[in-house]
């Protein structure tokens, strides 16, 4: 090839070399090849794949520089389909994890949430399992922040100061949950509606908990906690019913450490109905 570049034969030679250095292990080498593939024909299906492969190569190699140019060009380059499209985005995703670089990692995180939407919603033919396992992975990155910007707001005198942020914060943290539901990935969907339900429950706590105004007679604090009761009461109302829906899926065959998780809580919140032990008698040939 280097000799006698202008002869027929030398034609073949590059798929000859990149079966050799496939054998061998040589992934820089093999990832070259590739690179020269997708440079000859960018727009073509063959220069696609190269350039995937070739990512994948360079990473098998170690060589996060090169990997990470040849995903994020993939990325930017080829959003469809959007399996490969994600799976590229995803690895993009684990490079700046590693190097806690965290917002650029949210940012490709956020790109397989948008094309995960735009595929539901536009070209559902174009969803698969793991582009919908995806999704939802990096749509839960986004709803565990939320949870604890919300988590982090401390109700306080002036109460309806206070409560109107964390307010906008439940709104914020439960469009983000419901999210991860919609995409329906069985291993986030529990996950998700639990947290969900978990939100309303921090809200009727915290309202409980909160400090109380200060000059209040023994009467008028006694009314004020009746008031804070009453308005805890919708909100621990919802999250039972959202702990119910996660339970439910049992009868679809789903039962993970989740939904037993809203097992726990509906136990502790009602006993009564939840919290019941099984009785088993032991029964000998003669009591029959």
Known sequence: QTRYPQNPLTQGIDDQLFYAYQQTQ????AASILLEKYTAAPTTETGRLALYQAA?????????AQALDSYRRYAHQYPMPLAEANEARFSLSK????????STRRFWLHKMVQAQQVAMQQRPKASTPRSVYLGSLAAMVFANDADIAYTRIKLAQPLAQSLQKKQAALKKAIVEFERVISFGSAE????????????YTTLANDL?????PDGLSALELSQYEMLLAEQTYPFEETAIGLHEKNIARVGLGLYDDWVKASFTALKNTMPGRY??????????????
Not at 95 to 102: A, W
Not at 188 to 199: C, F, G, M
Request: proline residues 4%; charged residues 30%; hydrophobic residues 35%.
């Open 275 to 288: 919290n019941k032990p099984e009785v088993t008698a032991e029964v000998t040939i003669d009591d029959l």
């Open 188 to 199: 986030y969907v529990t996950a998700a509606n639990y947290k969900l339900a978990n939100l």
């Open 26 to 29: 040589d992934w820089p080498k």
């Open 95 to 102: 490079f700046y994890l590693f190097s806690n670089e965290q």
């Open 208 to 212: 409980m908990d909160s400090a109380r």
């Open 56 to 64: 994948e190569y360079f990473e098998k190699a170690g060589d996060t």
